[in-house]
């Protein structure tokens, strides 16, 4: 049986990626971010990498929870944070550890998955929010297609609009989108509160 790479085309260049994440994109906004949070609470980062995002995350004291596609990725990973908590699948298959989150983050990894896989994992998303529980995920503001900088394979934006609108349909409220320090477009929603 052949087994289709999930990573869309990461793990056979796992080692080019890490020689060439620029590691000061990302950290400081997930950071600041991550103080909208249940201080201390559980985050997942769905396609984690080798943790450049998860490794502040986990400095800040929440509870780590990383599911990456490619084994390269994931074997990095947990040599890193041993004590962190990691999966090796899609993000698209997992069941996210059986369990809810008080945030969920998605670093340079919604734009790689087709366009029904977006949605997809959008919706998984956030229904494995806690009520109150934010969201964070990067993609252009346009919707757009390009090659991917690593793999050369298609990568697509669905744009603002319509991620607001997938957002929205889910029953989650965008807080807001905007550009980081290396020009990411990233959004961020949260899950509502239940009412008494
Ligand atoms: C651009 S890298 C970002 C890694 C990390 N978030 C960071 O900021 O350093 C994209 C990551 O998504 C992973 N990935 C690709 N497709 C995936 C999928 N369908 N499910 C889970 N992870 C996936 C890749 O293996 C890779 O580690």
Same mark, same amino acid.
């Given at each position: 049986m052949i087994l289709r790479d999930k990573s869309n085309g990461y793990d056979d260049l796992a080692e080019v990626f890490m020689r060439m994440r620029?590691?000061?994109?990302g950290p400081s906004t997930v950071l600041e971010w991550s103080?909208?949070?249940?201080?201390h609470g559980s985050i997942l980062e769905l396609?984690?990498?080798?943790g450049v995002i998860s490794q502040v995350l986990i400095e800040a004291g929440f509870s780590l929870y990383g599911i990456d596609a490619s084994p390269k990725m994931v074997r990095a990973f947990r040599e890193q944070f041993p004590d962190a908590q990691a999966e090796c699948a899609a993000a698209e298959d997992s069941?996210?550890?059986d369990r809810t989150f008080d945030g969920i983050v998605a670093w340079g990894l919604m734009? %790689? %998955?087709?366009d029904d896989v977006q949605r997809l994992v959008i919706a998984k998303a956030a229904k494995a929010l806690e009520p109150g529980g934010q969201l964070l995920f990067t993609s252009p503001r346009d919707a757009i297609t390009w090659q991917d900088s690593i793999t050369g394979r298609e990568s697509r934006s669905l744009g603002a609009k319509t991620y607001r609108q997938l957002l929205e349909a889910q029953?989650?409220?965008?807080?807001e989108d905007r550009l980081d320090e290396g020009d990411n477009y990233y959004y961020t929603a949260s899950k509502p509160k239940a009412v008494l």
């Amino acid at each position: 049986m052949i087994l289709r790479d999930k990573s869309n085309g990461y793990d056979d260049l796992a080692e080019v990626f890490m020689r060439m994440r620029n590691t000061r994109i990302g950290p400081s906004t997930v950071l600041e971010w991550s103080q909208t949070l249940v201080p201390h609470g559980s985050i997942l980062e769905l396609g984690c990498g080798n943790g450049v995002i998860s490794q502040v995350l986990i400095e800040a004291g929440f509870s780590l929870y990383g599911i990456d596609a490619s084994p390269k990725m994931v074997r990095a990973f947990r040599e890193q944070f041993p004590d962190a908590q990691a999966e090796c699948a899609a993000a698209e298959d997992s069941n996210f550890f059986d369990r809810t989150f008080d945030g969920i983050v998605a670093w340079g990894l919604m734009f %790689l %998955l087709q366009d029904d896989v977006q949605r997809l994992v959008i919706a998984k998303a956030a229904k494995a929010l806690e009520p109150g529980g934010q969201l964070l995920f990067t993609s252009p503001r346009d919707a757009i297609t390009w090659q991917d900088s690593i793999t050369g394979r298609e990568s697509r934006s669905l744009g603002a609009k319509t991620y607001r609108q997938l957002l929205e349909a889910q029953g989650l409220i965008v807080t807001e989108d905007r550009l980081d320090e290396g020009d990411n477009y990233y959004y961020t929603a949260s899950k509502p509160k239940a009412v008494l």
